[in-house]
């Protein structure tokens, strides 16, 4: 599913590669988001004499004086004015700067530099730019013949050579060349080492990062020590020492006590090698003295507990909740998969910059050039999902030719309907939005009245907790046949977002990225449609099932989706006038999500007053 999101919002100008945890299948409580921007216009060479492509910028890597795992990346040539804005001019070279180049991505969203990565405020999501080099470097080159053992496979080397190395925009700490250094990063060949793991050997490295966050660095004299890098590094080397055959699911514990015995080794004698570097040391500076000493003690006591140190991480603690699940039926499990999916950031698609105007052709060719139909599913969904982002780019406004008029209704239309294959609703709601911008408002009520027949008992929410009534539904051999694709189509109720869009109705003033449970949207949208046809009691029939809709909590998942659920019908008070019952609406609104920054009751009550 990562795959596919990265193939199909990538363009000419720029790669996205979904890494970190999550980009390698697991999905840990507070991880964050991590994307990698890969700028396609500019390459890395090793040697300033490789055949350089006259429209794309190139640098060469300057080794000399940089730790292993780092390089100075030095300009040969450009086309572009705006490259030499990002380097640092040095006796007449041009060097890219770090700094520079995390700076100029920073926006309003996205303010927050740690590391080689941009920010959310929220810490959702990361992003590091990068830049690429097809080649694979000299200095890992002796990765390749290393092994013996069956681990890596021939085939999964030769794709991690063939797609070369990232560079990343940080520099060694405290490095006096620290803001024009740059980390070599094999990000996506160790994605590719990971997804050729045995089951047994992504446990324990599942179960030695929440060892790691849960345990380990809740000691606050342990906190910065220890990172997942290392951890994932300490079993590269684990996996290609030990023969495959050992990786089974009965010798799980043995193999988790040895990569436990092989962090304490690493950690007593000061010494992590890169796993495709060697002479990096990434313990080199980070691991001495005091904190060694800390460090070591606390490892040494979980040691002592054996495996069952595990269990000191709330996570996996009540093994009497484990057992009761491993005994419940099939259709149970099923339905708790489920449940952590929809939960799951797979089907997000909010942190994209952009929406490239070429995704529906780029999307529709993937659709049909495909022979997999699972893969084919994935595709329509993102598609589908992306088509919900880039409505901006569906014109509204008249033309003077009633052929451009009809070319263009005609395209937005087949926009919409394709943004309807990704859940139940959400996409008919924007259809029902775009002939009410249009002030077709009649169709836009059969639309509707179409999707409030939608909004049954059994229907699931992003971000719900699954009830008796879906527990009960998963025991249907017609669901536990649907794909996760299938599920969401069926039965999904997605939320409603306006990202600058042109079909946002104009009495819906709000920020950015705020979501609307869509069952409020639909009441909402049908009130509005209403009041300008000047259907009195029908207007108020609209109210209050809206009204009713946000006090039972129906189909509203969150308790701060009932709090914007509340500004939604305080704005519709407004539109009537009544200025007393839109106060008290906000007011309900700021008791349920009592944050300034991001709930604009507070902002509406202090203009009202």
């Known amino acids: 599913m990562n795959t596919v999101r990265d193939n199909l919002q990538s363009n000419k100008t720029f790669s996205f590669i979904t890494s970190g945890s999550f980009g ?64 640092v001019e040095i006796g007449g070279d041009f060097y890219l700067s770090n700094l520079l180049v995390k700076k100029g991505v920073t926006k309003d969203r996205y303010s927050i530099v740690h590391g080689p990565c941009v920010s959310d405020e929220d810490g959702f999501y990361d992003f590091a730019c990068c830049v690429h080099s097809k080649l694979w470097i000299p200095q890992a080159k002796q990765w390749i013949t290393r092994s013996n053992n069956a681990w890596p496979t021939f085939d999964v080397k030769q794709a991690i050579v063939k797609h070369g190395v990232l ?112 002479e990096n040391n990434l313990f080199e500076n980070k691991i001495h003295g005091k904190a ?50 929809l939960n799951s950031q797979l089907f997000d698609c909010d942190f994209l910059p952009s929406i490239p105007s070429s995704l529906l052709e780029k999307g529709i060719y993937k659709v049909l050039s495909t022979k997999s139909s699972k893969i084919i599913s994935l595709y329509t969904y993102y598609l589908s999902k992306f088509c919900c982002n880039s409505n901006r780019f569906l014109p509204l406004e008249d033309m003077s030719c009633n052929k451009s008029i009809y070319k263009k209704h005609n395209t937005s239309i087949s926009t919409l309907l394709l943004n309807t294959r990704h859940d139940a609703v959400s996409g008919w709601l924007m259809l029902a939005s775009y002939f009410y911008k249009r002030k077709q408002y009649n169709t836009a009520l059969h639309i509707i009245q179409y999707s409030l027949l939608k909004f049954t008992p059994e229907k699931l929410n992003i971000l719900m907790q699954f009830s008796d009534i879906h527990y009960e539904l998963f025991k249907s051999r017609l ?57 009195s009691r029908q207007c108020w029939d609209s109210l209050r099932d809206l009204q009713l809709t946000i006090e039972q909590t129906y189909l509203i998942a969150t308790r701060a989706l009932k709090g914007f659920s509340y500004n939604i019908l305080g704005t519709c008070f407004q539109i009537l006038g009544d200025i007393e019952a839109a106060k008290q609406v906000f007011m309900h609104s700021i008791e349920l999500f009592p944050d300034q920054m991001e709930n604009e009751a507070f902002q509406k009550l202090s203009l009202m007053s």
């Open 24 to 87: 390698e299948g697991l999905e840990m409580r507070g991880s964050d988001l991590d994307i990698m921007v890969v700028r396609k216009q500019i390459e890395v060479f090793e040697d300033k004499h490789m055949y350089l492509n006259a429209d794309k910028t190139h640098f060469t890597m300057e080794l000399g004086d940089t730790q292993p795992g780092f390089t100075k990346l030095l300009l040969e040539h450009s086309n572009d004015p705006g490259i030499r804005k990002v380097c």
């Open 167 to 278: 560079f990343v925009p940080v520099g060694v700490k405290g490095s006096t060349q620290e803001e024009l250094e740059w980390r070599i990063s094999f990000s996506v060949g160790e994605k590719l080492l990971i997804n050729s793991f045995t089951h047994t050997q992504l446990l324990c490295y599942a179960l030695m990062k929440i060892l790691l966050k849960d345990v380990i660095a809740v000691d606050a004299d342990c906190k910065e020590l220890l990172c997942s890098y290392f951890m994932k590094t300490i079993l590269f080397w684990i996996c290609e020492e030990l023969p495959l055959s050992l990786w089974k699911p009965e010798n799980l514990i043995s193999c988790y006590m040895k990569y436990f015995r092989r962090l304490i080794y690493c950690v007593e004698y000061n010494v992590c090698a890169h796993y495709f570097i060697p």
């Open 292 to 341: 060694q000493e800390t460090l070591l003690n606390k490892l040494y006591i979980l040691k002592s507990y054996g495996w069952q140190c595990i269990l000191l991480s709330d996570q996996i603690s009540n093994l009497n909740a484990l057992a009761s699940d491993i005994n419940k039926e099939t259709s149970h499990l099923y339905a708790k998969s489920v449940e952590s999916l």
């Open 479 to 535: 669901l536990r046949n649907m794909t996760i694709v299938q599920l969401c189509k069926f039965l999904l109720l997605g939320l409603v977002s306006f990202n600058n869009s042109t079909l946002q109705p104009d009495e819906l003033q709000m920020k950015e990225h705020i979501l609307i449970p869509s069952i409020v949207y639909a009441h909402f949208l049908c009130f509005l449609c209403h009041y300008h046809l000047k259907n």
